[in-house]
């Protein structure tokens, strides 16, 4: 899946649907540890996206400089 090429309404549909399918039938302890991990993996990412666009920026200035 090219989430490139999904629209923002999609989008949040695909998010809703999984949440409410990793949600049933969990308690509250086992919600929190999986929305936890959740968030981990995205500060993660973010982290990685971010070190890209610095690298890509840094190279972009070399090529232009």
């Known amino acids: 899946m090219d989430l490139a090429k ?17 949600s049933e039938g969990k308690d509250s302890d086992e919600l929190n540890a999986y929305g936890n991990l959740i968030v981990a993996i995205g500060g993660l990412v973010l982290a990685v ?16 400089g």
């Open 6 to 22: 999904i629209s923002p309404f999609q989008l949040i549909i695909i998010a809703t649907l999984l949440s409410l399918l990793i």
């Open 49 to 64: 996206a971010a070190q890209q666009d610095l690298i890509d920026s840094r190279n972009k200035k070399g090529e232009d």
